[in-house]
């Protein structure tokens, strides 16, 4: 199973329940780990730290993941393992360093394609993302 280490950049609440992402330390693009749930919301049984803390913006976390399920709007997907004894590890808080180096990529990217889902809209049609789905940048 991959295990991925991340800099946890959003730790949103979604339905009652965690929505966490961020970009993996080796550089090679976004994660978003997901449950098995219809709306792959993230249960306490999920995300809680080995400490049963609850990760933090800036956390760089070690998780593990059985298999990518990318969507046309997330293709950064991947599951979570449903192993307990997996839970998710905090390996320390990322330093401005290591943000600006990780983020670097991304600021050029974006700042070379102003676009964002294909377009400069506040907005995009489910539609349009299902037949031209996001590239995904993950291993």
């Known amino acids: 199973m991959p295990v991925f280490e991340i800099v946890c950049l959003a730790n949103s609440l979604k339905y009652g329940r965690r929505c966490i992402a961020g ?4 550089s090679s693009g976004w994660l978003r780990p997901v449950s ?4 792959g919301a993230l249960g306490e049984e999920h995300y809680l730290l080995e400490d049963r803390q609850e990760p933090q913006l800036f956390s760089i ?4 993941c059985s298999q990518p399920c990318p969507q046309p709007h997330q293709p950064e997907n991947w599951y979570v393992s ?4 997996e839970r998710w590890q ?3 808080m990322a330093t401005i360093e290591q943000l600006n180096r990780l983020l670097a990529d ?3 990217r974006a700042t070379n394609n102003p676009n964002l889902l294909g377009n400069q809209s506040d907005r995009t049609h489910w539609d349009s993302l299902q037949a031209n789905p996001l590239k995904r940048r993950c291993v």
């Open 82 to 85: 449903r192993q307990w004894w």
């Open 106 to 108: 991304e600021i050029k």
């Open 36 to 39: 098995q749930s219809e709306d």
């Open 23 to 26: 970009i993996k330390t080796d």
């Open 90 to 92: 905090f390996v320390g």
């Open 61 to 64: 976390l070690k998780i593990n």
